[in-house]
């Protein structure tokens, strides 16, 4: 197409000229009327040589810019080919380490075991439950030990007022034996066995006197540890354990949240494991993809082997047609057609490549300035766009 | 901690007021004892306008009810709020004492 263009554009203002292909297919067509001889002017076969000459350099120019563009896109197919392989492959390896965090996620090791953590919380609620239902139970032990003890030391003080009661009863025995004693020596002989009981009175008197002593000091010691007792005991059940008890709302809350937190992070990283999952898949699909490149070099192969062909033919009739022409006849550059092709090439290396196959290896002379110094240097890059 | 008793004929109501704490012990006790003294069945403590109660004072709850038990009586802590309701929830003593709202 871009052939049959740019011939077209050489001729613009040139209306008179024959069709081109026309005129090629009555030069190579084999038939009873090619034996018949032609007037043709030297002007026509001088411009026809020149084409055929440009024109089989510029098909083995496009056959070679074609391999070359081949060779590109294979290259750069591997290429991007084998990093999406990678990437394919960090990204399975991503997910595998994000499943692994997930399914680590939702428990914590304790003694080398995993408990999950909705079992360690129900666990530990369950701890904090007993340890509150100890305390109440100490409480109402304590309370009940602090209301036998306070009745204790009340019958204590009972006590120590019947012993105090034994001394009351004592002395006034005591006083009275002693009276029976006089009485009974007033009453002289008479009174003799009397004084003998009486004076038995007086040492059981003595006798109940000492064992109310020893009682008091027993009841002393007593009364002295329940009341220590009862302070103790005091101390313990006024120890208020009720911020204790509450610290069990605080410690719910913050498992509450430490589960609702943990449930998060796990979706989260499902979803992560999930992304770097497909991720994968859809660069395996891409690496798919990349496979177009075949079928583009085989179809590329098979225009080069069309424009061979057809720059052989070009050849062989080029070769042909000298032999009937005259050695001074020489083909003529086409400049205006040379102009056209020239100016289309926008990337300068190519451009090149073109101007060393159309011009210098050519007859044509150098009017493009494709051999300027600048426009040498200007793409060592190769792919730069130059804009004239 | 102070108390009024309002004996009626289903059941004795009796409203704690302020802070019922170890130093109330020996008032409780009286208070026990009032209650045995009274006829009804179900004895209610009020618990509405008690602000504040203290780990001795839930086990003199529990003595209350063991008391009001041992003669066939029911104890019943009625409509507890702020620290005294979190302390009844926390020590889950709805499993030992009947508890109304």
């Known amino acids: 197409m871009s052939y049959d263009r740019s011939f077209r554009g050489s001729h613009e203002g040139g209306d008179h000229a024959p069709h081109p292909a026309a005129e090629l297919e009555s030069l190579g067509t084999v038939s009873p009327a090619a034996a018949e001889k032609l007037p043709v002017t030297a002007d026509l076969l001088s411009t026809w040589m020149g084409y055929a000459d440009v024109q089989r350099r510029t098909l083995e120019a496009i056959q070679h810019e074609l391999s070359r563009t081949s060779d590109t896109v294979e290259t750069a197919t591997l290429d991007l080919s084998s990093r999406f392989r990678e990437l394919a492959e960090k990204a399975m390896e991503q997910s595998l380490r994000v499943e692994q965090i997930v399914s680590m996620a939702g428990s914590i090791a304790i003694d080398g075991e995993r408990v999950p953590m909705d079992q360690l919380v129900v666990g530990m ?37 019947s012993i105090a009661d034994i001394d009351v009863i004592n002395r006034q025995t005591n006083f009275l034996a002693l009276n029976a004693t006089i009485e009974a020596s007033r009453a002289g002989e008479a009174g003799r066995t009397f004084a003998v009981v009486a004076q038995e009175v007086r040492h059981l008197s003595r006798s109940t006197g000492e064992l109310a002593d020893r009682m008091r000091s027993k009841v002393t010691a007593v009364v002295k540890g329940v009341r220590n007792g009862h302070d103790i005991l005091r101390q313990i059940a006024n120890t208020d354990m009720s911020p204790q008890m509450l610290a069990k709302e605080r410690v719910d809350k913050t498992m509450e949240s430490l589960v609702d937190q943990t449930n998060h992070f796990q979706s989260v990283l499902e979803t992560a494991a999930t992304v770097s999952s497909d991720m994968s898949s859809t660069i395996g699909h891409m690496v798919t993809g990349m496979q177009f490149q075949d079928l583009t ?92 | 901690m102070d108390y009024g008793i309002e004996d009626k004929d289903q059941e004795t109501v009796v409203r704690l007021r302020g802070r019922l704490t170890f130093n109330d012990h020996a008032k409780l ?57 979190r302390v009844l929830t926390v020590a889950q003593l709805n499993k030992i004492v009947a508890i109304e709202d």
């Not at chain 2, 602000?51 to 063991?66: C, N, W």
């Not at chain 2, 003669?71 to 409509?79: S, Y």
Request: aromatic share 4%.
């Open chain 1, 125 to 161: 609620q369950d701890m904090i439950a007993d340890m509150i239902a100890n305390i109440v139970t100490l409480s109402r032990h304590a309370m009940s030990m602090v209301y036998l003890l306070d009745d204790v030391q009340k019958d204590v003080s009972e006590l120590e007022k």
């Open chain 1, 297 to 388: 070099k085989q179809r590329l192969e098979a225009i080069n082997d069309s424009l061979a062909i057809m720059s052989a033919g070009l050849d062989e009739l080029e070769n042909r047609t000298r032999v009937e022409l005259p050695a001074s006849l020489n083909g003529r550059v086409p400049q205006e057609w040379l102009d056209e092709l020239l100016g289309r090439f926008k990337l300068s290396e190519m451009r090149q490549r073109f101007v060393r196959k159309l011009l210098l290896e050519g007859t044509a002379l150098d009017e493009h300035g494709v051999l300027d110094v600048d426009a040498g240097h200007d793409d060592s890059s190769g792919g730069d766009i130059e804009l004239f």
């Open chain 2, 29 to 85: 006790r009286a208070l026990i004892r009032e209650m045995l003294q009274t006829k009804a069945k179900r004895q209610v403590l009020d618990l509405s306008a008690l602000e504040f109660v203290d780990s001795a004072g839930i086990g003199m709850l529990l003595i209350a009810r063991e008391e009001m038990s041992n003669v066939d009586k029911l104890l019943i802590l009625r409509a507890a709020a702020g620290q005294v309701k």
